[in-house]
């Protein structure tokens, strides 16, 4: 049985930074694409950033370019989060996807975590 599990977050004022981690049981990371998603409290859930396992592949949402940063070691995935706005807060999921390339749409991820509530403060 596949489980992803999240880690890291939490409260923060506005310019501070967050790391948050993904780690999996029951799936080795090789030949996944991972990627973390956000949601909002009444709004749909977004994609954040995307990594592609095999080689380090990344892709960012708008919202997250040049303040976030997605890296792996063996067996954890990460997003750095700086620069830290208020708008920044919802609930951060970890997401594998089967597909070749990084994907921007959640139905195209297959496993998910539990999330990790980050809360920015102004």
């Known amino acids: 049985q596949v489980r992803l599990v999240e880690s890291g977050g939490g409260l923060v004022q506005a310019g501070g930074s967050l790391r948050l981690s993904c780690t999996a049981s029951?799936?080795?990371?090789?030949?996944?694409?991972m990627a973390w998603f956000r949601q909002a409290p009444g709004k749909e859930r977004e994609f954040v950033s995307g990594?592609?396992?095999?080689?380090?592949n990344t892709a960012y949402a708008d919202s997250a370019k040049g303040r976030f940063t997605i890296s792996r070691d063996d067996a954890t995935l990460y997003l750095q989060m700086d620069s830290l706005k208020p708008e920044d807060t919802a609930v951060y999921y970890c997401?594998?996807?089967?597909?070749?390339?990084?994907?921007?749409?959640?139905?195209?991820?297959?496993?998910w975590g539990q999330g990790t509530q980050v809360t920015v403060s102004s």
């Open positions: 990594l592609r396992w095999l080689n380090n």
């Open positions: 029951g799936l080795t990371f090789v030949g996944y694409v």
């Open positions: 997401a594998a996807s089967t597909f070749w390339n990084i994907q921007t749409s959640d139905s195209k991820y297959y496993y």
